[in-house]
């Protein structure tokens, strides 16, 4: 059936322009993916029209059926055609279909169907061009085989006028072949209709396997004008009772009258006339008419088939009327339309939101970068003034560590589609949550806004749970607080311990500030990705919109649970439910003993100013220091000093031999074996860690360093391995 208004003219648009510079640069639908980028570049005011078209042909790949787009000119040339259509064809790819049917719609169905197929198109079109349209017809495969397809499709006119015809083509040849029984079911009756004087003594068995238990199956003479009814059901058993006879126009006017909807009337009492009867059948075509039946002021979707009792001409007045009921098969279709709406408009919103990431990283990221920038110009002119030179530092020392936080979002929210290692060791919660006041009540102060914490409800202190994941949590939920928390507003964070059991207790972080709040819709997409209340290009709001994706990942990694309630206007109350084993005793914290003489490091890294500064930290902390620029190198001097060094600090991605090779070469050394290793890399992903303990790394931290964490990594190395 052809489908009115089911794709809007803006999708067809869409597709038809992706056509269009596809053919121009001979791209082939097959290799859109590794040209589509380019096509943007090139075309970058059809940017919308374009990714529509590709997000809409992703869609109707996966869907069930075929799909086609053709032009409706001369040749009606094929635009576009889905994997299913490609593959019910028995083709490997879209070039091979245009190819089997001559790019050409007119070669779809077998040659001795084309000329009944476009009469019946456009018979359909010119009588009823708002109704649903529907044929059949047969095709042939690259195979040559021959397959029965349902063919439910549209015409519709983009603005400049140009007309195209979009098709949903489905295979049934299963269906059909079970109908042929009923036709040659339909002879018989027609032969018994003769041998007993038309209708006198007729097996109403035979009629019966013609249809569904529901349906109403009429015989009817159109020379002579009576209609027999052999099976009645729904509201025209009220006109004509099983079993009798009565006029054929009688019968039909009094059900149109009384139970077809008043605009489709005209349409049902014109195709009922016998005359457009003979002459449809006489062309071979199906007679199928769909209209709506009204009972009880209930609408509900009906079709009407005609066929003929007999299969020689003289044969056509005698025809079988079945009225079915195919309500359930629109409430299906329109549940498809639904379903390609929302999965469009999901699509959308997809793209919206992550354009709007894009203009977000741009922004958050640049003004970091132009800050940096101007604070070393700045610095140069004013290298004689050492207040200007601190000032000028600590410029640059803010704006990078900004610059720093975004990155490590970007590459966290990364990390957490991987399989995360959960690093859980015995803490303190009010320890951990201790260290977290600090910088949130200078954020606060310096914003207006009043912090508060509260931990009187924590019975079982000592936990084992992953302190960098739970502090990450935290911070990302109260960074956010504190930013869509206006002056003189006030955030607070509360610890109560909820539940206790086999030697785990539940805790409930509970996050709640007196902010901007979010309404419904905002808070139903708050999770996602790149999703935000307001945009950095339209407010003073600094972020790109993956603070709670984050934390939604981490509380899930944590096996908790995550709530969280606004009201616009109002506030934001988040709650954060995680359950860890207690630990009995407090565990004695690891106190970092410094030796009387100070460590020896062997700093291995191959880029120049990282080793300096390396070394200089180093030194600076009371470390003593010797280099190397690659492994093959380090494991040189390690094994012509092996009493010489105490600690390895080494790079990971080097030349000649990287960071987990020389980790490897030492651990593999008899005289080598015992000496500590911390690796330091600008990659500090799961899998990163995960690879540096696999060769034997002691501890591995990311870059940029961390002058105190440093210090405290290659103690506790140091220590380990005494």
């Known amino acids: 059936m052809h489908h009115h208004n089911s794709i809007n003219t803006t999708l067809i648009l869409a597709l038809t322009t992706l056509t269009s510079h596809l053919l121009s640069h001979h791209i082939s639908w097959e290799e859109v993916p590794d040209h589509f980028d380019a096509l943007l570049s090139e075309y970058p005011d059809q940017k919308e029209l374009l990714q529509l078209a590709f997000q809409a042909t992703e869609i109707m790949d996966s869907m069930p059926g075929g799909f086609l787009l053709y032009k409706d000119d001369a040749r009606q040339t094929i635009l576009y055609a889905n994997q299913n259509l490609v593959r019910l064809f028995e083709c490997e790819t879209f070039e091979q279909l245009k190819k089997l049917t001559n790019n050409s719609f007119l070669h779809f169905m077998i040659p001795e169907e084309q000329e009944m197929v476009m009469q019946t198109i456009a018979g359909q079109i010119a009588i009823h061009p708002d109704s649903l349209d529907q044929l059949e017809y047969q095709i042939e495969t690259r195979h040559g085989r021959r397959l029965w397809v349902e063919d439910h499709g549209h015409r519709i006119a983009l603005e400049n006028g140009d007309p195209f015809f979009y098709v949903f083509i489905t295979d049934i040849t299963s269906r059909v072949q079970k109908r042929t029984e009923r ?5 018989n009756i027609e032969n018994q209709i003769r041998s007993y004087k038309r209708f006198q003594n007729m097996h109403t068995e035979v009629i019966e396997s013609l249809s569904d238990h529901d349906d109403t199956v009429l015989y009817a003479d159109l020379e002579d004008h009576f209609i027999y009814s052999f099976r009645i059901s729904g509201p025209i058993s009220r006109i004509v009772p099983e079993g009798s006879v009565l006029d054929y126009r009688h019968l039909f006017d009094k059900y149109l009258e009384q139970y ?9 009492r014109l195709h009922t006339e016998p005359q457009l009867i003979r002459s449809q059948l006489k062309a071979g075509q199906a007679v199928i008419l769909h209209y709506r039946e009204i009972e009880n002021e209930t609408p509900r979707h009906m079709e009407m088939r005609i066929a003929p009792a007999g299969k020689d001409d003289k044969d056509l007045d005698r025809i079988i009327i079945r009225f079915h009921s195919i309500e359930a098969q629109i409430e299906s279709e329109h549940q498809q339309k639904e379903e390609l709406a929302h999965a469009l408009e999901t699509t959308r919103r997809a793209t919206r939101a992550k354009d709007t990431f894009l203009a977000n990283v741009s922004h958050d990221m640049r003004t970091p970068m132009n800050g940096i920038l101007g604070s070393i110009l700045l610095g140069r002119r004013k290298l ?29 929210t990364s990390a957490l589609q991987s399989a995360p290692i959960m690093a859980c060791e015995t803490h303190s919660l009010c320890e951990v949550t201790d260290k977290l006041v600090p910088e949130m009540q200078a954020i606060a102060r310096e914003a207006g806004i009043c912090f508060s914490i509260a931990q009187d409800a924590i019975i079982h202190d000592q936990a084992s749970f992953d302190a960098g994941k739970l502090t990450r949590i935290l911070e990302y939920v109260l960074m ?15 610890i109560r311990e909820t539940d206790f059991a086999q030697d785990q207790a539940t805790y409930e972080f509970r996050i709640e500030d007196t902010g901007i709040g979010m309404n419904k819709e905002q808070l139903d997409h708050i999770f996602e990705p790149f999703d935000r209340v307001s945009n950095t290009t339209e407010s003073k709001v600094q972020g790109i919109g993956l ?13 908790g649970t995550i709530d969280m309630k606004s009201q616009p206007g109002k506030g934001t109350c988040v709650s954060i439910t995680l359950t860890f084993p207690v630990v009995a005793s407090k565990e004695t914290a690891t106190v970092k003993r410094q030796p009387a003489e100070p460590l020896h490091v062997l700093v291995v890294e191959d880029n120049e100013l990282n080793r300096e500064i390396a070394m200089e930290l180093l030194e600076d902390i009371g470390f003593r220091t010797s280099e190397a620029v690659d492994g093959n190198i380090a494991i040189h001097m390690l094994k012509t000093a092996p009493e010489a060094y105490d600690i390895v600090l080494t790079d990971i991605q080097m030349p000649n031999m990287n960071g987990w090779e020389l980790a490897r070469a030492i651990r593999s050394h008899p005289r080598l074996a015992s000496i500590p290793i911390v690796s330091i890399s600008a990659n500090s992903f799961e899998s990163d860690i995960q690879n540096s303990m696999q060769a034997g790394i002691d501890y591995h931290i990311g870059k940029p360093i961390d002058p105190d964490m440093l210090e405290n990594t290659l103690y506790k190395a140091y220590e380990k391995n005494k």
Do not use: C, F, W
């Open 183 to 187: 036709d040659l079911h339909v002879e």
């Open 260 to 268: 077809v909807a008043r605009e489709d009337q005209a349409y049902l």
């Open 384 to 412: 004689a003034d050492p207040q200007s030179t601190q000032n000028t530092y600590d410029d640059i020392e803010r704006s990078a560590r900004q610059l720093m936080a975004q990155i490590n979002k970007l590459l966290e």
């Open 480 to 494: 956010n607080a504190l930013t869509y928390t206006p002056q003189n507003g006030s955030v607070s964070l509360s």
């Open 547 to 559: 603070g709670l994706t984050i934390v939604s990942g981490l509380v899930e990694l944590m096996n």
